[in-house]
T-cell receptor, first 112, second 114 residues
Framework: SQTIHQWPATLVQPVGSPLSLECTVE??????LYWYRQAAGRGLQLLFY??????ISSEVPQNLSASRPQDRQFILSSKKLLLSDSGFYLC???????????FGPGTRLLVL | KNQVEQSPQSLIILEGKNCTLQ??????????LRWYKQDTGRGPVSLTI?????NTKSNGRYTATLDADTKQSSLHITASQLSDSASYIC?????????????FGAGTRLFVKA
């Protein structure tokens, strides 16, 4: 079965600082990978989607970027964080032949 | 417009009682509908997945129903336990596969009290 690792679990960063969140996946090959953001009390918002190495699709214009340097590694980055970037960031993985997405434990980001 | 709406927004029940959560969607073309459970501060965990031809699926004390004609789904929780306190998210996918074609509901926050 698939296992998704995210780190760090919690992060407090000042406004204007850079960001790098990492997600790695075990137990599958060539998965679809996703980054979601969840604001407090709100639904999940899809940020980025990747079907393979170096292939990134962005759903909404924003201050963030994503990269997939390896098959099972997905990175979320920012050059300068904004207060509005605070939230709960979830990485998800999906076998292309299956319908269910599996989620990582999430990273809680607080920008002050 | 492709939307997924869940009700109620939040719900408080006593331990041992049953409850039903609702999900209405306007996503088209429909591929599948999933219910996830998300504990506070954790990632969502899949409970059930149903395709167009399925109208009910169970996972322990959780039973999901789907009416593809009226575009409604429900999640019934039987004999609730304190550990059922969580957010329950309805997710609908368009066409084959998921990805950007997946639409998430805002969730129902369930509180089970002793």
């Amino acid at each position: 079965s698939q296992t998704i690792h995210q780190w760090p679990a919690t992060l407090v960063q000042p406004v204007g600082s850079p960001l790098s969140l990492e997600c790695t996946v075990e137990g599958t090959s060539n998965p679809n990978l996703y980054w979601y953001r969840q604001a407090a009390g709100r639904g999940l918002q899809l940020l980025f989607y990747s079907v393979g190495i170096g292939q990134i699709s962005s759903e909404v214009p924003q201050n963030l970027s994503a990269s997939r340097p390896q098959d099972r590694q997905f990175i979320l980055s920012s050059k300068k964080l904004l207060l509005s970037d605070s939230g709960f960031y979830l990485c998800a993985c999906q076998d292309p032949n299956q319908e269910t997405q599996y989620f990582g434990p999430g990273t809680r980001l607080l920008v002050l | 417009k492709n939307q997924v709406e869940q009700s109620p927004q939040s719900l408080i029940i006593l331990e041992g009682k049953n409850c039903t959560l609702q999900c209405n969607y306007t996503v088209s073309p429909f591929s599948n509908l999933r219910w996830y459970k998300q504990d506070t501060g954790r990632g969502p965990v899949s409970l059930t997945i149903m395709t167009f031809s399925e109208n009910t699926k169970s996972n322990g004390r959780y039973t999901a129903t789907l009416d593809a004609d009226t575009k409604q789904s429900s999640l019934h929780i039987t004999a609730s336990q304190l550990s059922d306190s969580a957010s329950y998210i309805c997710v609908v996918s368009r066409g084959p596969g998921g990805g950007f074609k997946t639409i998430f509901g805002a969730g129902t926050r369930l509180f089970v009290k002793a």
